[in-house]
């Protein structure tokens, strides 16, 4: 089995990704809600894009950091471990979709369906969480499903705008970052 080296590139690549994908979530949209404070943000967006464009665990690792730096930033350093789990998690899901329509010819199922399969698989994850969570403060397992279920149009929003910028994004970055950050390699 043949070992990859980590460069400074590598390093480099998930600190400017692991900072765009911070600064992203902080661009949010509020959303009404009961509870809590919901909103959509841009951070899923350039999560997924650090995947297809970095590789598996670089990409999740620069989101992992980005979304633990922008929990521990704005008060919410309790789920900060649970979204590096995640990253790597949908991180996972996103890039073996990716690997799988690699040589597709038509562009746009090339990126739509990695970007599907990830929003399908942050909705599975926020499901399990927020199953998991109600289940922890008491809650019975019908009430606990609801709450989980409600909850879901918040990342069903965010991941319809990220599929959306992904979509959008991932061609011209791709061509920006292979004549500077990733020339030579």
Known sequence: MQTKKIDIRDIVSI???AALVTIATTIRVPLPALVGTPFVHFGSS????????????????????????FDILNGFAIEAPYFILECFIVGGAIYSSFKVFKHQQNKFLKLFVPALVGGIAKLIMTFLKNLVMSLYLGSS?????????STLYITLLNAIAAIIIVMIAYYPLKKILAASIFKNK
């Open 15 to 17: 600190g400017i990704f």
């Open 141 to 149: 397992f019908g009430v606990a499903v609801t709450n989980s279920i």
């Open 46 to 69: 350039v999560f997924i894009l650090s995947v297809l464009l970095l590789g598996y665990w670089q990409g999740a690792l620069a989101g992992g950091i980005g979304f633990a730096l």
